[in-house]
């Protein structure tokens, strides 16, 4: 009981403040709607799913959706509902992993990068654009293709496309706000780096990470798939629905539309969803942009 | 800064970027665990086998000459030999290009027009339901995996209503073959040109048959940047004062709008066009795929399959080069364009 007034009181004005703010709270509200759906889906696949989604032939071949299979069968027979429900896991690890990397990774080297400034500003700059520069598939590819299969490999190769983007907006921010009155003030009373870093900047360069991060998540998810695409994915043992997307690419000719259709728009909703939580919160973090 | 020192400093600029570019991707080969030779066997061949692939690609030789014959072997424009057959990379690379570069060009036009198009109905009707859907469409397709979206035209144009082919370049055995003009061959390898060359209208109908999904389904995944950036643009030219002035003298909003506004809406497109190659690229690697598009993608994608990792060092290297040349050209016409850049 006590919870749930708990909940009545904290979550639904924090509701109404996001819904009163015109499109783009209406957006943050949606996709955080989307995103939560489907992660409880994914945690409770295992209980909701018809069939096991790795099992084969247990309806007939490449069967249209029908009464007992509601999303059809593939060509091994197994049952696309189960496949659908199951197969978000991969994806999510990956995208979480990937973020997390990130954010070890390139939020304290921009912090310290841009606060030390001189050789080693420079230096690290020099590198983290000359990432950003290339073309991350083909980047994420690359050292995919090199570190091989699992689900921490695709992770770090998707972390490595992504880190400058950390890089390059933590810097940005912390070089404005270096020079800003109160930090300044902050230095002139005597406090050492660290705590101007870690108590005067870090805490306003939040809000961008957050909404840089929240983008990259949809970045993250739409890469594994296009990373499971050209086979280099996880394995063809778990349900994921980049394999069903890539598998279901030779059944095409035949028309088999419902093969690629589900586990496709799964991924669409997925990444959809983070990023209107993303763009949503970018454009009620930054009012400047608001007319 | 006149525009030759800008020039200038730009291409020096550049020379450490691609050096860095080029160490990265030799080390990403060799480095990061897996050597390539027993990768590509799977382990599965004899020490002998493995030891004679390795001499015939110089992986025996220490780290540091490998790297400098690298380098070297670049300047003169080699970018090394392929694992499974030992043919130059280069080559291959070279055969592909035209099709990657046919299928950017038809997307980018088709990214650019299309985002230019809805940017500017967008900006137009700020805050109504058209505006907000118009978003809405660029955040949607921002999110649609690229190769899905291709699939889903291959099934409804090609497989359901047969009105398009659903992969390929042209149909076997009908590649235009451009112009013949007095024992002079001019190619340029891109079909839709080659055939107007050839003169060849039916080739030309059919070579535009074929890259019109390819170039639609990278086209529409890029145009939701292109929309934002014109409607932003727009958004903050249309309360200019000049704008005003027009409208006060009674100009057609259609002038007002594309004769007055959009001119200056336009320059931040050309930079992003520039900053966009790098996705493009990405992109056209999974549409080259989903299509049976022989370019450079599904070329690294071939080679991907068959562990061919010497051909995957030559291929990323030609990416890499292509991405900080564009740049380079775009920044050097920005600076053109914009005098205030070069300052």
Sequence with gaps: METERGLRTRILPGLTALTSRGLAGWMVVIGLGMVLSIVTM?????????????????????????????????????????????????????SVLSVLFCLIVGVPIGLISSYVGGALDKTFSLIMDSVYAFPGMVLAITISAMLGRGVVNMALSIAVVYIPSYFRIVRSHVL????????????????????????????????????????????????????????????????????DLTDGRTLLPSGAWWVITFPGVMIVLLALGFTLIGEGMSELLNPRLEQ | MGLRSYIATRVLLTIPMI???????????????????????????????????????????PLLSQYFAYLAGLMQGDLGKSMQDFSPVGQQIFSAFPATLELAIYSTIIAVGVGIFLGVKSSQ????????????????????PIFFLGMIFQMIFGVFLHWLPTGGRIYPGMEPYGLNMGGQ???????????????????????????????????LVLCGVFIRLTRSNMLETLRLDFVTAARARGLRERTVLYGYAFRNALLPVLTMMGLQFAVLLGGAILTETTFSWPGLGRYLVDRINFRDYTAIQGDVVFFGLLVALVSLVVDVLYAYLDPRIRL
């Design chain 1, 42 to 94: 994914t945690l409770i696949a295992p209980w909701i799913s018809p069939h096991d989604p790795s099992a084969l032939n247990v309806g007939p071949l490449r069967s249209p959706p029908n009464g007992e299979f509601p999303l059809g069968t593939n060509h091994l027979g197994q049952d696309m509902l189960s496949r659908v429900l199951c197969g978000g896991s991969i994806m999510l690890q990956v």
């Design chain 1, 176 to 243: 404005t706000i270096k020079e800003l009155p109160y930090t300044v003030a902050a230095r002139s009373i005597g406090a050492k780096g660290d705590t101007i870093l870690f108590r005067y900047i870090l805490p306003n360069v939040v809000p961008s990470i957050v909404s840089v991060a929240t983008v990259n998540f949809a970045d993250a998810i739409l890469t594994a798939a296009g990373l499971t695409f050209v086979g280099l994915g996880v394995t063809k043992d778990i349900p994921d629905w980049g394999w």
């Design chain 2, 19 to 61: 050096m860095l570019l080029l160490t990265f991707v030799f080390l990403v080969v060799r480095v990061l665990p897996g050597d390539p030779v027993l990768l590509h066997f799977e382990k599965a061949a004899s020490p002998e086998t493995m030891e004679l692939m390795r001499q015939r690609l110089g992986l025996d030789k």
């Design chain 2, 125 to 144: 009707s700020y805050n109504s339901p058209q505006d907000h859907s118009i978003r809405i469409f660029g955040i949607v397709v921002y999110a649609i």
């Design chain 2, 185 to 219: 061959h001019i190619s340029t390898g891109l079909y839709t040109i080659d055939s107007l060359l050839e003169g060849n209208v039916f080739k030309f109908v059919q070579t535009l048959r074929y890259i019109f999904l390819p170039s639609l389904t990278l086209g």
